[in-house]
């Protein structure tokens, strides 16, 4: 049985957020989204990246991405960018996370995914809370088949298995899985058109709700149309 670990001396959590290439971002919601899709992305990684520095233990966002808009606009909501080994999801978790612990070893370091656009910073702190009673500890999606975090005290090893299903990965590897009320918008990632749906039931935040309002109407940024490679 996994123990619960004394209390940590940490200041806080350092939070890994890894971003895909937007030619690669949210592919299954292109036709919902057309050309907006790459525009919607950032919109979402940008509110999740918020509302996690909003919330009172997490210390800073270290973002892991190669692609040059993502970076430009994550950075300019806070986050410390770097780039992605472009060996998959986990290995750029792990480099993340080796970034984290550079910057602050002492802390706690969580992997956050980056499609939260409903995130409440009051619930990721009853999350983090939660998870920095064990050494490793997990929080799986809506569906109970993926994981939207994942984190570790200070010193653990840092071992992510993010992918498929990946919650029982987590669970074969030995992590807590948080089992909690009202944390509904830190398990809503969002995939399909279903899922944003479901965000936009519990609030969206405000770059992805303009971005939501502009697919409906077809507009582009500046109520015209959107540009043919449909970034903003």
């Known amino acids: 049985m996994l123990k619960a670990m004394p209390a940590s001396e940490s200041s806080g959590w350092t939070l890994v957020v890894p971003v895909k290439t937007l030619v690669a971002a949210k592919t299954r919601l292109s036709e919902a989204a057309g050309p907006h899709r790459a525009a919607l992305a950032v919109a979402i990684a940008c509110d999740t990246v918020e509302a996690a520095l909003s919330c009172v233990i997490v210390a800073r966002i270290v973002v892991v991405t190669g692609d040059p808009l993502a970076a430009q606009a994550l950075g300019g909501v806070g986050a410390h960018v770097v780039g992605d080994p472009e060996a998959g999801l986990n290995a750029a978790l792990r480099r993340g996370a080796q970034e984290a612990v550079r ?3 002492g802390d706690a370091v969580g992997a956050l995914q980056a499609d939260l656009p409903a995130l409440r910073p009051a619930e990721l702190a009853l999350v983090l809370t939660a998870a920095a009673e064990f050494e490793q500890a997990f ?3 809506a569906a109970d ?38 944390i509904d918008s830190v398990r809503r990632d969002v995939d399909t058109p279903d899922d944003l749906r479901a965000a936009l039931a519990l609030g969206l935040g405000p770059r992805t709700l303009a971005m939501v309002e502009r697919i409906r109407t077809g507009s582009g940024p500046s109520g015209g149309p959107e540009q043919e490679d449909g970034r903003p």
């Open 139 to 141: 929080l799986p999606d």
């Open 103 to 105: 910057l602050a070893p």
């Open 145 to 182: 088949v993926g994981t939207t975090f994942y984190g570790v005290r200070p010193g653990v090893p840092f071992t992510p298995g993010f992918g498929g299903q990946s919650r029982d990965r987590h669970l074969r590897r030995g992590a807590k899985e948080i089992c909690l009320d009202g």
